[in-house]
């Protein structure tokens, strides 16, 4: 059986999230990004109709029930929908964020989204019953956004995109979020989008949209193309600055002020078989330090490292040391 529920994983955004992949290994997206940390798409879609194949509501509910029985709904802050690939590519993802409010509806929905199928009616309906919708804006410059976030091909151009999203906020009654990326490069020819130009272009297109919520990100594990480097707090603060400038009814949220509720963690004995299925299903979607993995499973890190040591050695995961530590990612 595939696993389309994992976590709860610690997440800067939204606490404890309780992840749903709606697309499933290999990465299926419209996107191509260059900080993407689970490597190349494989599956390059540009839309609902090409996934294959597709998960059913049904399996999805069966697996979200027995989930929430062995972890309690204590433990989670959110249900989110994200996983290996973009979910609106799921055509049954309306009928999916139905089926979960209906389960447990006292906990929120969220849906992490690349922006690329918003301009799709039914993609706008299927995300409207959401409590939060995080949109992906890494630039509104067609060049940056070609060069960040290489769409294929019939993805339509980041105008277009925009306007979507507005379109989406003025029938949505739940919270409207941008997840912004924001990358620097050794490659002196890459266009970044921190400064100069694509930096104005993309501040205008955010005080077009006038979100509720701001997610200003900066890649911090491994990415996919390894000339791409994280910016430093001092950007991240010029570039904070100049979006309250225009947006100041948001709250723009960093990555680097943890919001992880360490307090609600339950510390938990559970078998190795189990924790290492536990650990290859969040590796699988995205690399995480021993400390990470330890937030997200409720369980000792010194038993995690040991693990992960073992599964390292027998060639399960693989290690990746960069500036914040070592990180463990699945060996597909
Ligand atoms: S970062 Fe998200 S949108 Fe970009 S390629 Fe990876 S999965 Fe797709």
Redesign the pocket.
């Known amino acids: 059986m595939v696993n389309i529920v994992y976590g709860p994983v610690p997440s800067w955004r939204l606490g404890r999230s309780l992840g749903i992949d709606a697309t499933l290994l290999p990465?299926a997206?419209?996107?191509?990004?260059v900080?993407?940390?689970?490597g190349k798409?494989i599956r390059k879609l540009s839309s609902p109709k090409e996934l294959n194949p597709v998960i059913g509501v049904e399996e999805l509910i069966k697996q979200l029930e027995r989930k929430i029985e062995k972890v309690g709904p204590d433990s989670i802050d959110f249900i989110t929908f994200s996983g290996?690939?973009?979910p609106t590519l799921n055509p049954n993802i309306g009928n999916m964020i139905s089926a979960v409010k209906r389960l447990i509806p006292f906990k929120p929905v969220a849906v992490?989204t690349?922006s690329?199928l918003v301009y799709l009616d039914e993609v706008r309906n299927a995300l409207s019953n959401a409590d939060l919708v995080s949109f992906?804006l890494d630039a509104a410059d067609q060049q940056t956004f070609e060069e960040i976030?290489?769409p294929v091909a019939n993805i339509p151009n980041i105008k277009e995109i925009i306007e979507s999203i507005k379109k989406f906020k003025a029938g949505h009654h739940g919270i409207l979020a941008l997840q912004i990326?924001l990358v620097d490069s050794i490659k002196p020819d890459f266009r970044v989008n921190f400064k100069g130009e694509a930096l104005n272009c993309l501040i205008e297109g955010i005080a077009e949209i006038q979100p509720d919520q701001i997610q200003l990100n900066t890649p911090t594990r491994p990415v996919?193309e390894k000339h791409i480097k994280p910016v430093n707090s001092t950007i991240l603060s010029a570039v904070e600055e100049r979006i309250k400038e225009v947006t100041p009814e948001s709250e723009v949220i960093r990555v680097d002020e943890e919001r992880v509720p360490l307090k609600s963690i339950k510390r938990e004995k559970k078998p190795i078989e189990e924790l290492r299925g536990d650990i290859l299903a969040l590796l699988k979607r995205r690399p995480c330090r021993a400390v990470d993995i330890s937030i997200a499973l409720g369980t000792e890190k010194r038993e995690i490292e040991a693990i992960v040591r073992s599964m390292v050695k027998e060639g399960v995961i693989i290690e990746i040391r960069s500036e914040r530590g070592t990180y463990y990612t699945y060996s597909s």
């Open positions: 990465k997206c419209t996107f191509d990004c900080y993407c940390q689970l798409t290996t690939g973009e992490l690349n690329s992906k976030n290489r990326m996919m």
